[in-house]
């Protein structure tokens, strides 16, 4: 089934923060930028920035599975909200799609966020992007995103796939890391002494 994304999912501004997002040690709030999300649609909270929110109006906070859109910057890629401290918000960079309630049975809020990030909706957006050297992303043209809805067991296996590939490209990449270190340390002793490698 094909739809707009306005027709499955609220679509929200992040907070409202003024200027640049201060470190406060002893915040009492958690914030999540640009720079904590990755391609595969993840959000790293253990480098998230703690600052303190003000105001008698508590802040819009982030709940369990939203997708978070970032609509302003390098890249527009989107990314789901898992495991974070219940007191978190994201900077305006973002804005937070939520799928409506009545339909939460029936869309996976993971296979959205993953459909955000194929190709087709990245030429979309590409084509519908304003600027040239920093990418934004308007709010209505992000609710007019063009959405597939599959039935919700196409979802699930689409979303076990991914998730799959995203461990493995993980579990090769650390085994290529630990290969480089291992040449990077016998560089090192081969400048320092003469060694022989056993055959």
């Given at each position: 089934m094909k739809v707009s994304l306005r027709d499955i999912a609220e679509i929200l501004p992040g907070h409202p923060f003024r200027g640049?997002?201060?470190?406060?040690?002893?915040?009492?709030?958690?914030?999540?930028?640009?720079?904590?999300?990755?391609?595969d649609g993840e959000i790293d909270s253990t480098i998230l920035l703690t600052t303190e929110v003000t105001g008698r109006k508590a802040?819009?906070?982030?709940?369990?599975?939203?997708?978070?859109?970032?609509a302003k910057g390098l890249k527009t890629r989107s990314a789901i909200v898992a495991n974070l401290s219940v007191n978190t918000v994201c900077s305006p960079q973002f804005f937070i799609i939520r799928?409506?309630?009545?339909?939460?049975?029936?869309?996976m809020?993971?296979?959205?966020c993953w459909q955000l990030n194929q190709l087709p909706a990245q030429k979309y957006f590409k084509s519908s992007a304003e600027g040239?050297?920093?990418v934004s992303i308007r709010r209505q043209i992000l609710e007019s995103t063009p959405i597939t809805v599959l039935d919700l067991v196409q979802q699930q296996s689409l979303v076990k796939l991914?998730?799959?590939?995203v461990a493995e490209r993980k579990k090769h990449q650390h085994l290529i890391e630990n290969r480089r270190k291992q040449l990077d340390a016998i560089a090192c002793e081969l400048l320092t002494e003469s060694i022989t490698i056993n055959r």
């Open positions: 640049s997002i201060q470190q406060v040690d002893s915040g009492n709030v958690c914030v999540v930028q640009a720079k904590d999300t990755n391609d802040p819009a906070w982030l709940q369990h599975h939203d997708i978070l859109f970032v799928i409506k309630k009545n339909l939460t049975n029936n869309v809020p993971e296979f959205i040239t050297l920093q991914h998730s799959t590939s």
